[in-house]
């Protein structure tokens, strides 16, 4: 007979597993605090550091959990956020349209550029990653032209915005703004058609088009929602450093690496907490791994890097334990 | 006149080369349970794949009450009030049962700009409620419920859309006893007079489907062989019609001896492998054609794979009895002369992107090699090649011509050959006649046979009861993932007994 | 029965594309620069480290894998090289050859044996190499020791590309590791039914795309002169762009040739070459070749799709001449 549901949290899933992996991130955390002779969990680094440093990937981890979710894998996101986030500062500054210019532009551009990865990849056929690399390299090539002219004529290459434009990316606005784009998130992911059907195509595509969900649809809308969550990521996070300088040869892959080694930990956690949840507190978890490895005198650029390409190697590895096909 | 709900007109689906379904002349009356008997590969799930909209047929017309009937998707089908649970579909796993309920329709359920979950929980234990089904637990992802659970919340799919035709495939053997009883009470409160439903009813229980179906259609090799109402059936004569063949011409083998000699090339000791097979152990001896049947999913086409060492956590003892070697792998088959060809030869043997010449040479190539470095010369392999294409009369513009525009009978040519043009010991073959047209067949029936004379051991796996019986010298009849009974040409090679044994 | 003979599209197009940069280039920048000894030196200088690691990422593209390791491994490879030959210069280039190995293996087995995505997995790799990089050589790049200057000689370079190139062709054409590697990218399922190692050999594929990538690691060192943790930046993507416009299939098999890599990589110089002639910014370079790139990968999945369907058509042609012989007989 049917056996009585073990007790539901949020989403459905089992409520207990939940609670452990709360209570799972809570203890690193405390043990990281606690190597560090008490300097990590001080408010001044949470509101300083460990926050506002979580803020760029977890967002767009969130817009990748879009994207990505039927199955293109766009790297040229990191050159995305370069481009829309210095044309957003120009129109800003060059142009004086201030905030409003900041905040229109960059939604604008990142959205037109990730409809043209998704033309590669749909109508041109190619390969997910390779539009991925090919657009990267071109969003990439734009900024870089663009700075070389402009180093030409307005003396300095990389533009700067004016301290007074740079609300969005001071605490405590942009944890809020972060919250605030969670609870979207949620609501889209959980709550619409379309983040259903998006988890359904992702899940299972044949039950999906039998069903009449319209493959080619959803993708298109998820792209388009995914690039306006990337666009709020460029945004604050120019508001946050000021300047973002143009990346050539794909380095702006770096940009966005911690982003996805959230992403890839979110979904090797799907099935016990819903994955934009488990983006949060994966990219709290991040963040404070880092901020611990810093304190601890390792170096952003080095060894963190390392530390980062390992975790990333690992969830690939976690992400196939039960996978039975080909793997290329 | 009775009231034909759904009628199909000449109806065919042909895949590339392959007739699915040949010509399908059905007429459905209002409130009939219609059972469509057949054995894998007859054609019964593209037909039921047509009616329900997920394949459109290649000719022929469909009508629903009268009136024209070609559904562009399920979706649309769903529109006209055909609803179907399949078997390979499903349910979407990370999703919860209710949702995966109305998948596709949740826009109905918007409040504001959000869909309303306790909303559709509520349509969803409606519809359980209307239709008196069994309440399985609706929280959880769907992933992690029972199969019988998932396949109880398919039907409670398709019936919230409120069908008048419904298609089951394959829904019962998913079921426990308790959960089949609330299925035969909504079927006859289904196609009762009040609700006026008609039910399509694809099933390998024989039993069931004469107990449960108004009336019975065979399908054999993609054609309807005959419509009746169960009344005009009976079980044996069923059973004959499913699986008996009309043997014409004498393309199998003329004797009825069985005749091979005394050594012993395999010997198979307990073989188990979980789910598949249990505990089956035979001798092969030397030119013996050791045939193996059976309904296709009691077990036969497990039996390569768990001998060729392609199957996980396999048990018991395979021998390569003139050298006394445990085959644990593949290579070990693969270095005493043996070969395994799977029944599924576009997926499992052929590149089919590659030319004749490329597919040809790559079992081949480790016999081919000169001095220490491996060297492999490309005029000895295409002498190969050449010489495999003509043995085996492969009509083809050429050695470079790609496998993937080759007819069916020429593509198994081609599988057979670059094995067979080896000096192999024994043989697996899975369905080698599979898709493959009169001449080859014959062909590759005169193939087995000088093979036989030469002494070559081969093990036939067939799910064509006429071709295992044609061309054995035993058969080793598999029932339920296990053996059901070993007999030999000489005595028991008759069609009746045979069936009863498999059954 | 005759099949209606198919122009060879697919061979002939990448020696169209080269033709076509060079007369575009030619026009642009005057074919007596283009065609200058010192410009052709400098051309095969830069072409050279892109089709000894080019030999190495054909073996891991055709079985279907991706290694965009490349660029890190110039780095990290050649860095390590130059430190260990300050013990002594014999131990050059086997400290290269180790990372470049012990990258691949690692590479192959996450693959082979943990079924993870080879993209996925390379680009964590190259992002630790990278990061690697920056800690070693970033302060103070390391520089390769005097007595291998020889190595940069144009003509030690041909006549070791020419070598490599025979010894690599034997493997990729003459062996059956060969025939398998291609089999694999072909139908990686039909290879286990044959009984091959599929593993073993996708494990030998990373380990030579590692291997070859640090060989060239060492001339790129010796030729820039030091090692710094700029090196190799955008490199795995020009070797990319090498095969898939020399017209290596994306997901490699049997039409993968050894030849196209090194029309591919000649291209890809002659195009970079050219614009930086004409006075072209590193920018505008950039975006040409992301252009270029998508067009070619798109193009030939386009012809690869036309001949499939002609293949399938074909396929019912025949069944349909089969049944009619059959129902005359």
């Known amino acids: 007979m049917t056996k009585t549901a073990a007790k539901q949290g949020f989403t459905s899933k089992p409520l207990f597993k939940q609670i452990l992996l709360l209570v799972l991130l809570i203890v690193l955390i405390v043990i990281m605090h606690l190597i560090t002779g008490g300097k990590m969990l001080s408010m001044k680094n949470i509101t300083k550091n460990i926050l506002p440093q979580a803020v760029f990937p977890t967002v767009v981890a969130w817009g990748m959990m879009f994207i990505f979710g039927t199955g293109l894998v766009d790297l040229s996101i990191g050159a995305q956020v370069i481009l829309g986030a210095n044309i957003g500062a120009i129109l800003a500054m060059d142009a004086g349209l201030g905030y409003v210019g900041l905040i229109i532009a960059p939604f604008i551009v990142i959205v037109i550029c990730e409809l043209m990865v998704v033309f590669c990849s749909e109508f041109l056929k190619i390969p997910g990653w390779i539009a991925g690399l090919g657009c990267g390299l071109i969003f990439e090539a734009i900024m870089v032209m663009w700075t070389q002219a402009r180093s030409k004529t307005a003396g300095s290459a990389v533009i700067t915005l004016g301290d007074d434009l740079r609300v969005l990316g001071r605490w405590p606005v942009n944890v809020i703004i972060m919250v605030v784009i969670f609870v979207i998130v949620y609501l889209i992911y959980n709550r619409t058609s379309i983040g259903i059907n998006l988890k359904a195509i992702g899940g299972d595509p044949g039950v999906s088009s039998a069903v009449g969900i319209n493959r080619r649809k959803a993708l298109i809308i998820a792209a388009i929602i995914g690039a306006v969550i990337v666009g709020a990521a460029a945004i604050l996070n120019i508001s946050k450093a000021g300047s973002i300088s143009a990346s050539s040869g794909l380095a702006s892959l770096s940009t966005i690496f911690k982003a996805l080694a959230v992403t890839l930990i979110a979904m090797s956690l799907n099935s016990w907490i819903s994955e934009p949840v488990g983006a949060l507190g994966a990219g709290i978890f991040v963040s404070s791994l880092f901020n611990f490895l810093t304190i601890m005198g390792v170096q952003a650029g080095t060894l963190q890097e390392v530390i980062l390409g390992a975790v990333v190697i690992i969830c690939g590895v976690l992400a196939r334990l039960n996978y039975k096909g080909v793997a290329k | ?438 001449g080859v067949k014959a062909y590759i029936y005169g193939v087995m046979k000088q093979m036989k004379e030469k002494g070559i051991a081969i093990i036939l796996i067939s799910d064509e009861l006429p071709e295992a019986m044609g061309m054995s010298d035993r058969l080793l009849v598999m029932k339920d993932h296990e053996m059901a009974g070993m007999l030999s040409r000489t005595t028991d090679f008759i069609e009746d007994k045979i069936i009863e044994v498999m059954l | 029965m005759k099949t209606k003979k198919n122009f060879p599209w697919l061979t002939v197009i990448p020696f169209l594309i080269l033709a076509f940069m060079l007369i575009i280039f030619g026009i642009i920048d005057g074919f007596d620069k283009i065609l200058s000894v010192s410009n052709l030196e400098s051309m095969f200088n830069q072409g050279f480290a892109i089709i000894v690691a080019g030999f190495g990422m054909v073996f891991a593209t055709t079985m279907g894998g991706t290694d965009i390791t490349h660029g890190a491994l110039l780095g990290l490879a050649g860095g390590f090289a130059c430190v260990a030959g300050g013990a002594s210069a014999w131990l050059v280039f086997p400290a290269a050859l180790i990372i470049g190995i012990a990258s691949g293996a690692l590479l192959g087995t996450l693959n082979a044996k943990f079924r993870a995505n080879t993209f996925m997995m390379s680009l964590a790799i190259m992002i630790a190499f990278k990061a690697l990089n920056n800690l070693f050589f970033a302060a103070s790049p390391a520089v390769p020791p005097a007595s291998l200057s020889f190595i940069n000689n144009t003509v030690f370079k041909i006549i070791v590309l020419i070598v490599l190139f025979l010894l690599v062709l034997f493997v990729y054409n003459y062996t059956p590791y060969g025939v398998y590697l291609k089999g694999i990218g072909e139908n990686e399922v039909a290879m286990r039914h044959v009984g091959i190692n599929v593993a073993k050999i996708k494990i030998i594929a990373f380990i030579i795309s590692g291997g070859l990538c640090a060989f060239a690691a060492v001339f790129n060192a010796v030729r820039i002169g030091a090692v710094d943790n700029k090196v190799g930046v955008s490199f795995e993507m020009n070797v990319m762009m090498a095969m898939f416009i020399g017209g290596i299939p994306v997901n490699g098999g049997m039409k993968s040739q050894l030849y196209k890599i090194i029309i591919g990589a000649f291209t890809i110089i002659i195009l970079t070459n050219g614009l930086t002639l004409a006075g072209a910014d590193s920018g505008l370079t950039q975006l040409i070749k992301g252009i270029v790139l998508l067009a070619s990968v798109a193009f030939t999945l386009f012809l690869n799709r036309k001949i499939s369907s002609s293949h399938e058509q074909a396929a019912v042609n025949q069944k349909k001449l089969d049944d009619g012989t059959a129902q005359a007989a």
């Open chain 2, 1 to 438: 006149m009775a009231d034909i709900v759904l009628k199909t007109e000449h109806l065919c689906k042909f895949f590339g080369a392959t007739k699915a379904n040949n010509d399908l002349n059905l007429e459905i009356p209002r409130g009939a349970v219609l059972g469509l008997a057949g054995e894998n590969g007859s054609g019964k799930s593209t037909l039921a794949s047509m009616i329900c909209g997920i394949q459109k047929p290649t000719s022929g017309k469909m009508y629903l009450n009268g009136q024209e009937y070609a559904p562009a998707n399920p979706v649309d089908a769903n529109e006209h009030h055909v609803a179907m649970v399949l078997q390979e579909l499903g349910v979407v796993g990370p999703l919860d049962p209710v949702t995966n309920m109305f998948l596709g329709r949740t826009g109905k359920f918007k409040s504001g700009p959000l869909v309303s979950l306790s909303g559709m929980k509520k349509e969803a234990e409606a519809t359980f409620e209307k239709w008196n089904l069994t309440k399985v637990p609706l929280t959880g992802v769907a992933g992690n419920m029972s199969i019988e659970n998932r396949k109880v919340l398919e039907l409670a799919r398709a019936l919230s859309i409120d069908p008048k035709f419904l298609i089951l495939d394959e829904i019962s053997q998913a079921l426990s006893h308790d959960n089949r009883k609330m299925l035969y009470k909504f079927i006859e409160h289904f196609t009762s007079q009040e609700v006026g439903g008609t039910i399509l009813m694809v099933t390998h229980d024989l039993e069931e489907m004469m107990e449960i179906c108004t009336h019975i259609s065979v399908l054999r090799d993609g054609q309807i062989i005959d419509t009746r109402p169960t009344s005009e059936y009976t079980m044996d004569e069923l059973k004959r019609l499913m699986i008996g063949r009309e043997v014409s011409g004498d393309y199998y083998r003329a004797d009825q001896e069985e005749n091979y000699q005394q050594d012993v090339v395999l010997k198979v000791e307990h073989l188990t492998v979980p789910g598949e097979l249990n505990d089956i152990s035979f001798d092969l001896h030397k030119g013996e054609i050791l045939g193996v049947c059976g309904l296709s999913d009691g077990g036969i086409h497990s039996v390569g794979p768990a001998l060729f060492g392609l199957s996980e956590h396999r048990k018991g003892n395979i021998v390569y009895v003139p050298a006394n070697r445990q085959l644990k792998g593949p290579k070990d088959m693969i270095q005493t002369n043996g070969a395994y060809l799977s029944k599924d030869r576009d997926a499992d043997g052929l590149m089919l992107d590659a030319s004749i010449g490329q597919n040809i040479s790559v079992p081949n190539v480790r016999l081919l090699t000169q001095g220490p470095f491996k060297f492999l010369s490309p005029a000895r392999v295409n002498k190969l090649a050449n010489k495999a294409s003509v043995d085996f009369e492969i009509k083809s513009s050429g050695l470079g011509q790609v496998v993937k525009s080759l007819s069916g009978g020429n593509k198994q040519k081609v599988n057979l050959s670059r094995w067979l043009v080896q000096d192999l010991e024994y043989v697996i073959l899975d369905c080698p006649t599979r898709g493959v047209d009169i």
